[in-house]
């Protein structure tokens, strides 16, 4: 591709350039037949906008507010594993790329840098996202580190009682990278003749009985809030209110676990109206545009999670890259705010959007 990028999607293309296939394999991927990869985004294009004209649109504000923090955009940029693998400097170019951009960073327990490198490398709100290993001395562990070198929020991935059939990992037998955080404690180099050793690692390690009851656990040994990100439905969001955590994530890792599951923007809204308003849901998954953005906040998100294009942008032009993503989503969005005839965040309303299912029932 000749030139700069000049929207977010153009990273991939660049970032497939730059990468190994097998790393690029490893981040572009999806489960199975990747009907969800693809499903996450083409179902943001079947949303249409309802703009508003003449309101006066001379001053935007696109900043909110996060878990109390004050953030420059409804922006967060997602925990996603092995960030060396796109650049040498990995999680500290990102962390530093946010924290320029002012946005909140999710930091990945898979992480191949160190909670300590990535908490040193700049001054910044920053959450830690967790698995629950069957060893759970060592998630204990690593909540603890968070917490003692100032992220401010833990958030439980609760859809991976195991992995899910990545089939691109398996034929490019894709190689675990060293996680720091776990020497001495654990090692991540399993031996597997069936494919990715990601997979065998993941078998050895992850808790398959994982359920309700341990967010008791998990809150007894953080005093940080918890926000649990894998919801996909009413029925366990209203579950996730009554466990008491402090946040719901609408998400279906990337469309990397199970396939078939519906687009996460399809399904906000349900995960919405379950909450009523007692906890912020966000929204992670298909995000390319500002008026994704737009939309997932029409539709109840308080904010969205970015994370293949941030490791696009980084594996491109390291921390530059993940701060060309972020200000290219965020001048997006004030855009779109701007022509659709909303000042705020607050002021995108739900009769901002009409969905495909809104657009079938008018026609009958």
């Known amino acids: 591709m000749a030139g700069e990028a000049v929207n977010v999607n153009e990273f991939q293309e660049l970032a497939k350039q730059a990468l190994p296939k097998m790393y690029y394999d490893f981040f572009a ?78 930091l990945s327990f898979t992480a191949t840098c160190t909670i300590e490198e990535v908490a040193s490398s700049c001054n910044a709100v920053r959450f830690f996202q ?62 597997s003749d069936k494919g990715s050793n990601l997979e065998a690692y993941a078998a050895g390690t992850l808790d398959p009985s994982l359920c309700w009851k341990d967010i008791v656990w998990l809150k007894s040994v953080t005093k940080l809030p918890i926000l649990i990100k894998g919801v996909l439905t009413g029925e366990d969001a209203i579950k996730a209110v009554e466990a008491g955590v402090a946040g719901i994530i609408v998400s279906n890792h990337g469309a990397r676990q199970l396939d078939y599951t519906p687009a996460t923007i399809s399904v906000l809204e349900e995960v919405v109206n379950a909450v009523q308003g007692k906890v912020p849901v966000l929204l992670d ?45 965020k001048n997006e969005l004030e855009q779109t705010m701007a022509l659709a005839g909303c000042c705020n965040v607050n002021d995108i309303t739900r009769s901002h959007v009409k969905t495909e299912k809104e657009r079938f029932l008018c026609r009958m």
């Open 29 to 106: 991927g999806g489960a199975e037949d990747q009907y969800t990869l693809n499903e996450n985004i083409e179902a943001f294009r079947r949303i249409t906008i309802r703009p508003r004209i003449l309101v006066d649109v001379s001053r935007i504000d696109i900043s909110t507010v996060i878990l109390g923090h004050k953030t420059s955009a409804p922006i967060m940029v997602a925990p996603t594993s092995s960030h060396q693998l796109a650049h040498p400097e990995g999680e500290v170019a990102t962390a530093r790329g946010a924290a320029a951009c002012n946005v909140i960073m999710g």
């Open 130 to 191: 967790t698995y629950v290993y069957k060893r759970r001395d060592i998630t204990e562990l690593m909540v603890h580190k968070a917490e003692s070198n100032g992220f401010r929020a833990i958030i439980l991935t609760a859809d991976t009682p195991r992995l899910g059939r990545r089939e691109a990992d398996i034929k490019n037998k894709m190689i675990s990278p060293r996680l720091r955080n776990f020497e001495g404690l654990i090692t991540t180099e399993v031996v």
């Open 285 to 329: 998954g298909g995000i390319r545009r500002g008026t994704d953005i737009f939309k997932a906040l029409a539709l109840g998100a308080k904010a969205v999670l970015i994370g293949r294009p941030i490791v696009y942008g980084l594996a491109t032009k390291g921390e530059s890259g993940v701060k060309q993503v972020i200000e290219m989503l």
